[in-house]
Each structure stands twice: as structure tokens, then as C-alpha cells.
């Protein structure tokens, strides 16, 4: 089965401070997501990437990065954080070119900034 | 561009009562359709997908079938259990076939 794991579960950040969110899959995908869930809003693309080194904006890339140095990992970066920026963070991944596109998802992380 | 409309909740039902959640989409081309689902403080998972038109998807007992006549992949099932109470997201492939298009979540409650 594949298996998506994200750093951490729940995170507490104060304004300003430089977050690292960090996703590993381990089935070889090539491509990886970031998205962020608020109610009412649904999923939200931040950015994905469809390679090593290979990153492309996703719906609502304002304020944050990323970085995937290796295929199997996939970081998210909030350079300041910010208070709106407290959401739930998903990461999925999914194989370039399989036939139904499917999206693996991790368990989330939960971020607060105070 | 290609855009999912699902119906919103919440959605709240008795033990063993009939589940639709409605959901509608435009799109350019032959998308792929997908139900995902998402449990209590859990990340999203795949319920069930269909491919092609008159395709019919199904998993635990939940079933959806891929209408282009009326742009539809609606969400039934029979005889919900409280185990059922999650929230249950459509989506669609992009255009590019790489991302997905979402709809905006619609939450189920059971209640016993």
C-alpha cells in the first residue's frame, strides 16, 4: 500500500517564524501535493511538483514554498508565518500517467499560528 | 476551465436511511471521476472512481455512476451505518491530467 506521512500531526507556530511542513511517500510517485483545508473552502492547491526540482503554483501559492530535493519528499515552507495562515495542511501524491489519476493523501497537519 | 459543483451540508441522517449527495461538473474532454472520503481527523482516501461514461463505481456499499447526459456523479447509498459519518468530497482530472479539480466537501452525519 502506498504510504504518504507528513511530520506532524499538530504544530504551534508563532507569528513570524519560519515553518517547515515535510511529506514523504514511499511508492516512487512522481508527483506530490500540497493543499490546505478551512471550512467551507474545501481543498485548495498551494503548489505541487511532477519532479525532482520540478514545482508549479497551484491555486493560492501567496505566501509560502517549496522544495523537493529527492522524489520521495516534498517540503512546504511558510517563510513567515503568519495567524492566517492556521489551517489543516494535506499532502498527497499520486503516478504520472496511471490511468485514473489517483491522489494518495497523508493524515494532515494541523497548524496554529498564534 | 473544469469546475465540480457538489451539494452542501451538512448532511444529517438516521441509521439505515438512503444517502444521495448530489454533485454536478463541467469539464472539456473525457474527465476521470472520483468520490474520496474523509474520516474524522484523518487526511482524504479514495471511495470510489469511474472513468468513462455509464461507468458505475462502487466500494462499501456506496455506489456513483458517471452520467455525461446530465454532467452528474452523484453519491447513493442504501442503508447508512454511523461508521458512514465522514466528509465526502467529488473531484474531477484537470485539464492536464496531473491535478485534480475538487468540490467543496459535503459532511455527513449518522446518527444512531
Known amino acids: 500500500d502506498v504510504k504518504v506521512t507528513q511530520s506532524s500531526r499538530y504544530l504551534v507556530k508563532r507569528t513570524g517564524e519560519k515553518v517547515f511542513l515535510e511529506c514523504v511517500q514511499d511508492?516512487?510517485?512522481?508527483?506530490m501535493f500540497w493543499y490546505r483545508q478551512d471550512p467551507g473552502l474545501g481543498l485548495r492547491l498551494i503548489y505541487f511538483?511532477?519532479?525532482?526540482?520540478?514545482?508549479e503554483k497551484g491555486d493560492i501559492p501567496e505566501g509560502y514554498s517549496v522544495s523537493r530535493e529527492k522524489k520521495e519528499r516534498f517540503s512546504l515552507i511558510l517563510e513567515s508565518a503568519s495567524t492566517n495562515q492556521t489551517s489543516m495542511y494535506l499532502c498527497?501524491?499520486?503516478?504520472?500517467?496511471?490511468?485514473?489519476?489517483?491522489?494518495?493523501f497523508g493524515p494532515g497537519t494541523r497548524l496554529t499560528v498564534l | 476551465g473544469n469546475s465540480v459543483t457538489q451539494m452542501e451540508g451538512p448532511v444529517t441522517l438516521s441509521e439505515e436511511a438512503f444517502l444521495t449527495i448530489n454533485c454536478t461538473y463541467t469539464?472539456?474532454?473525457?474527465?476521470?471521476l472520483f468520490w474520496y472520503v474523509q474520516y474524522p481527523g484523518e487526511g482524504l482516501q479514495l471511495l470510489l472512481k469511474?472513468?468513462?461514461a455509464d461507468d458505475k463505481g462502487s466500494n462499501k456499499g456506496f455506489e456513483a455512476t458517471y452520467r455525461k447526459e446530465t454532467t452528474s456523479f452523484h453519491l447513493e447509498k442504501g442503508s447508512v451505518q454511523v461508521s458512514d459519518s465522514a466528509v465526502y468530497f467529488c473531484?474531477?482530472?484537470?485539464?492536464?491530467?496531473?491535478?485534480?479539480?475538487w468540490g467543496l466537501g459535503t459532511s455527513l452525519a449518522v446518527n444512531p
Open positions: 469539464a472539456t474532454g473525457y474527465p476521470s
Open positions: 473531484a474531477l482530472t484537470g485539464g492536464n491530467n496531473r491535478k485534480l479539480i
Open positions: 511508492m516512487d510517485h512522481e508527483n
Open positions: 498527497a501524491s499520486s503516478l504520472q500517467g496511471a490511468r485514473y489519476n489517483e491522489q494518495f
Open positions: 511538483s511532477y519532479d525532482v526540482k520540478m514545482k
Open positions: 469511474a472513468t468513462k
